[in-house]
């Protein structure tokens, strides 16, 4: 992840002047969710959806349409490495923020590979799709290298595309697809981990892709996205209190418009901490055609088991304690943006949705905005801009026509930090109204005296900015 070690929240790290004593306030005032007390130790396991996460080496994760299993007190991430090089990918994290690659672990290069253990066979297995089939492979070792067992293969004769895996408390693994006419199917894997041995529900007819599962208390929950290819739209969800149904769609997993923050999901990360279990959503924020720039959004997620309803509520940045499953909101600095000072023919216009129900418009090339007197610690942080980009006016549509082409209306702005070189910040295209946020790290100087600069790339225009969050 790309959080480096100067950045990591530590609270008893900060030495601070008195003058700014109340910056450690602000640090260590941490919202923590309902029933729990506030940690009194520190912000580590920062998680910041959305950022361009890196390896230890630095370079950037590429680990797409993945899955994590947690054993002996290390996760790993196997994924597809999409838009680099060929073949599956792994990492290994003890705490879910700082990953070592080890690298191709598997040479087919596996669509939403996902890893599972037999205690039968006592083998590590790697199950994705290649082609419209299943691909497994095999390895005695969690790091590889892992090799095909067989043939693909199709599994009761039918296509096999999108695959989900979640695993039972019973020790049970049960794999989710898409297959023909546009099912989505559920069914059981074999002890072994290398075929399929029956199905348990078949969500008919339903046009629903990339699934992910996980189960809270004795309920399960199935979340997928639409078929809309790299076009995001409104995940749904489905909940039961058995495999085999029945199976009540509910609602959407995200708020309406916001397309799943931009996302689709790939996988459901259950941490059953010692304090609380958290069950995370893990997203693909795809970037079509440029793959490669597709980053992670993880969010948690807040289960209401009277209603069952499943929500993954957008926050900047959040850490997570994964002995204890408890999760932490830094406060943040709130700066409006029309309370910074504008050149050229950016200007301030109304919005009705919007923080302070204004933000500034009009921001390009030569027509700037500057945030002034922002306040720093003297080390990376994390600011992430709120902005709305509503070139790309697509709802909750199945993707019918050639949409495809043109489906990331991405506006390209640049953010310099004191007069500084400018860095790209990507704005991917969102509903009218809907306000969205990319994080950018910036080494703020000490002191309030940092200015923020937002312009955009030659004759580009930038985002609308409605408010900058400084953490
Ligand atoms: C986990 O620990 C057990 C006991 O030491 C060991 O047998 C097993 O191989 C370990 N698994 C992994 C994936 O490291
Ligand atoms: C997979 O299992 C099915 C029955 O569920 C069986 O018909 C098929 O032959 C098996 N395929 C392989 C490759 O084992
Ligand atoms: C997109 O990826 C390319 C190639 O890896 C990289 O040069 C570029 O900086 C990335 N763009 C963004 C906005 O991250
Ligand atoms: C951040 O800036 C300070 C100077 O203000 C510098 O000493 C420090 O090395 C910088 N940190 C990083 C990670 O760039
Ligand atoms: C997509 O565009 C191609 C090339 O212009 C065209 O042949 C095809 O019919 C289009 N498909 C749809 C569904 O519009
Ligand atoms: C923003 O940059 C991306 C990636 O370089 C490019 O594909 C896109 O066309 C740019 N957007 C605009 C509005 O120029
Ligand atoms: C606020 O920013 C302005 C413009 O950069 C600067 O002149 C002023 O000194 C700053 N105020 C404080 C309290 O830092």
Known sequence: MSLSKAAQMRASEFRVHALYASLLLI???????????????????LIVPGAQWRD???????AHGGGIVHVNNTFYWVGGSVGCCEGTALYSSPDLTTWTNHGIVYANDVSRPKLVFSETTGMWQILGQVGRQLDVASSANILGPYSEVGPPISPFGVGFTDFGLFLDDDGEAYALYSADHNNLVLSQISPSRTNFTKVMHQFNGVGLESPAMFKDGSTYFVI????????????????????????????????????????????????AGSVKTTHLYLGDRWVYPDLQNSTYVWLPMTIDQAT????????????????????????????????????????????????????????????????????????????????INTDGLFGDLTLTDNQTLALTKQRNATVALNGG???????????????????????????????????????????????????
Not at 27 to 45: D, F, W
Not at 56 to 62: A, P
Not at 243 to 265: D, E, H, K, M
Request: overall charge negative; charged content about 10%; glycine content about 8%.
């Open 224 to 271: 997928a996205s639409h078929k809309t290819a790299y076009m995001h739209n409104n995940n749904v969800m489905y909940s039961a209190q058995s495999l085999t149904g029945p199976w009540s769609v509910q609602s959407y997993i995200a708020p309406s418009g916001t397309r799943t923050w931009n996302t689709q999901s790939t996988f459901a990360l259950t941490i």
């Open 27 to 45: 640090i260590s005032c941490v919202r923590v969710e309902a029933g729990y007390r506030a940690q009194t130790t520190s912000l580590t396991n």
């Open 421 to 471: 070189t400018p860095m790209a910040l990507p704005q991917y295209d969102t509903n009218a109204g809907i306000v969205m946020s990319v994080p950018l790290q910036l080494n703020l100087t000490l002191g309030n005296g940092n200015a923020i600069t937002v312009a955009s790339i030659d004759r580009q225009v930038a985002g609308d900015l409605d408010y900058i969050m400084v953490y």
């Open 56 to 62: 230890t080496d630095g370079n950037v994760i590429s």
């Open 308 to 387: 069952k309803g499943v929500q993954a509520a957008w926050t900047d940045v959040f850490a997570l304690d994964t002995e204890t499953g408890v999760v932490s909101v830094p406060q943040g600095t709130k700066y409006e943006a029309e309370a910074g000072k504008v050149t050229g023919s950016a200007s301030v216009a109304s919005c009705a949705t919007c923080s302070g129900n204004q933000l500034v418009t009009g921001i390009g090339a030569t027509s700037t905005l500057t945030i002034n007197n922002v306040t720093g610690r003297g080390e990376p942080q994390w600011v992430s801009f709120h902005y």
